[in-house]
């Protein structure tokens, strides 16, 4: 660590990971300092960011909107971008790397930063789903470290700090239960986005909001434990917990179980990565366990939500299977918010672009991304096909 503090790039510096990243920043002070901010198409916001942080450099998605940024930052390297994205991932001289990305654009950016033997704080699960096995290579071989932010992950690392992965028997993912706990899938037929987006407990971007109302992103975060741990994919085990107080559970052989409980505010795990193993006080309300009274842990209902199902079906099959399931869903939200398809479509788009896929290795960067774009070419296709039929009429 320099004198000046760790310094830090944050990418998806203006969606919802990146608000509480400058958030946690603002209270740790001088121990850290911002030295790259990206953003997709909120320029002005990013703008107005990096006249407050004074950054070495940004990045932003259109390239043609560059010299407008440039005029407004004097004396900041302006990226564009995914050639950017990478670059800015990589800067020279930063510690730090916030991942506060949504979806595939992940990938590049993640595996150069660890390549470049950057600390990435990992908000941005799809690489990991991808890629999983290039990622945790790229961290190895750069002699970087991936740190879990997604809470769930984040408190399953807290609660292993200083265990080994043959003392656990199980990991107990905690599930908020979604928008829809307790729905049958007839009620589900005519869900709207709207009724997607209202999510119980967290506020986060549109994608992974409806992905929770599915379950897919809980199915996600399987896979992310499964890689993130290094314990088998039915080891993984998913409990519904709707006070989203417990962020997740580590089983060990002994048959003791650590929890990690808090708020549902992403600061918390935000501030563990970046101030690990040391803890500072955090900028929000404790959590008051008498107040909230009781906990609840049920079964997922997995007939309701079969997008779980899919996803262990995924891991288990390894290889390109996850980064196919991973790229049809995103088509399949996207339609979803759209208006193009039904919300129990997502499912059935799902299931049948990795039905439709035979699975390969995925062992190097080409390899993954053309199962990507396979993956968005088959969902494309059956999105174009559920389109004109009734929705919810499919399994
Ligand atoms: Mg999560």
Same mark, same amino acid.
């Given at each position: 660590?320099?004198?000046?503090?760790?310094?830090?790039?944050?990418?998806?510096?203006?969606?919802?990971? @990146?608000?509480?990243t400058?958030?946690?920043?603002?209270?740790?002070?001088?121990? #850290?300092?911002?030295?790259?901010l990206? %953003?997709?198409?909120?320029?002005?916001?990013?703008?107005?960011? =990096?006249?407050?942080?004074?950054?070495?450099?940004?990045?932003?998605? $259109?390239?043609?909107?560059?010299?407008?940024?440039?005029?407004?930052?004097?004396?900041?390297?302006?990226?564009?971008?995914?050639?950017?994205?990478?670059?800015?991932?990589?800067?020279?001289?930063? $510690?730090?790397?916030?991942?506060g990305?949504?979806?595939?654009? @992940?990938?590049?950016?993640?595996?150069? %930063?660890?390549?470049?033997?950057?600390?990435?704080?990992?908000?941005?699960?799809?690489?990991? /789903?991808?890629?999983?096995?290039?990622?945790?290579?790229?961290?190895?071989? @750069?002699?970087?470290?991936?740190?879990?932010?997604?809470?769930?992950?984040?408190?399953?690392?807290?609660?292993?700090r200083?265990?080994?992965?043959?003392?656990?028997?199980?990991? #107990?993912?905690?599930?908020?239960?979604?928008?829809?706990?307790?729905?049958?899938?007839?009620?589900?037929?005519? /869900?709207?986005?709207?009724?997607?987006?209202?999510?119980?407990?967290?506020?986060?971007?549109?994608?992974?909001?409806?992905?929770?109302?599915?379950?897919?992103?809980?199915?996600? &975060?399987?896979i992310?434990?499964?890689?993130? #741990?290094?314990?088998?994919?039915?080891q993984?085990?998913?409990? /519904?917990?709707? !006070?989203?107080? /417990?962020?997740?559970?580590?089983? #060990?052989?002994?048959?003791?179980i650590?929890?990690?409980?808090?708020?549902?505010?992403?600061?918390?795990?935000?501030?563990?990565?970046?101030?690990?193993?040391?803890?500072r006080?955090?900028?929000?309300?404790?959590l008051?366990?008498?107040?909230?009274?009781?906990?609840?842990? &049920?079964?997922?209902?997995l007939?309701?939500?079969?997008?779980? !199902?899919?996803?262990?079906?995924?891991?288990?099959?390894g290889?390109?299977a996850?980064?196919?399931?991973?790229?049809?869903d995103?088509? %399949?939200?996207?339609?979803?918010?759209?208006?193009?398809?039904?919300?129990l $479509?997502?499912?059935?788009?799902?299931?049948?672009?990795?039905?439709?896929?035979?699975?390969?290795? %995925?062992?190097?960067? =080409?390899?993954?991304? =053309?199962?990507? &774009? !396979?993956?968005?070419?088959?969902?494309?296709?059956?999105?174009?096909?559920?389109?004109?039929?009734?929705?919810?009429?499919?399994?």
């Amino acid at each position: 660590m320099s004198m000046a503090g760790k310094r830090v790039v944050i990418l998806g510096a203006t969606g919802s990971i @990146g608000d509480t990243t400058f958030r946690v920043l603002d209270n740790l002070g001088d121990e #850290f300092r911002v030295v790259g901010l990206s %953003a997709g198409d909120r320029v002005e916001q990013l703008v107005r960011r =990096a006249r407050a942080c004074k950054p070495e450099a940004v990045c932003i998605a $259109d390239g043609a909107q560059v010299e407008g940024v440039r005029s407004q930052l004097p004396g900041v390297r302006v990226l564009s971008g995914p050639e950017g994205l990478s670059q800015l991932a990589a800067l020279d001289g930063a $510690d730090v790397v916030v991942n506060g990305l949504v979806g595939a654009v @992940g990938l590049r950016p993640t595996l150069e %930063a660890l390549k470049a033997g950057k600390t990435v704080a990992m908000a941005n699960k799809e690489p990991l /789903v991808m890629a999983g096995g290039l990622v945790l290579q790229a961290a190895a071989e @750069g002699g970087g470290a991936l740190l879990p932010v997604d809470s769930e992950p984040n408190a399953m690392w807290q609660c292993l700090r200083g265990e080994s992965a043959s003392a656990v028997r199980s990991l #107990f993912l905690t599930a908020s239960g979604g928008a829809f706990r307790g729905w049958t899938r007839e009620q589900m037929i005519t /869900v709207t986005p709207a009724q997607a987006l209202d999510h119980p407990t967290w506020r986060m971007g549109s994608k992974i909001t409806v992905d929770c109302a599915t379950l897919m992103n809980k199915g996600f &975060e399987v896979i992310e434990a499964s890689l993130l #741990f290094d314990v088998d994919i039915d080891q993984v085990k998913v409990v /519904v917990h709707r !006070e989203s107080v /417990v962020h997740s559970m580590v089983e #060990f052989v002994d048959g003791a179980i650590l929890a990690h409980l808090g708020k549902t505010d992403m600061s918390l795990p935000i501030q563990y990565a970046l101030t690990h193993p040391k803890r500072r006080p955090a900028p929000m309300d404790t959590l008051d366990l008498v107040g909230l009274g009781a906990l609840h842990f &049920e079964e997922p209902d997995l007939l309701a939500f079969p997008a779980l !199902e899919l996803c262990y079906e995924a891991g288990r099959t390894g290889g390109t299977a996850p980064a196919v399931l991973n790229a049809a869903d995103e088509v %399949a939200v996207e339609g979803f918010l759209r208006g193009e398809i039904g919300f129990l $479509d997502i499912h059935e788009v799902n299931r049948h672009t990795l039905g439709a896929h035979i699975p390969g290795p %995925a062992d190097s960067l =080409a390899e993954v991304l =053309a199962a990507d &774009e !396979e993956g968005r070419r088959l969902a494309r296709e059956h999105v174009t096909v559920v389109r004109g039929m009734p929705s919810g009429r499919a399994t």
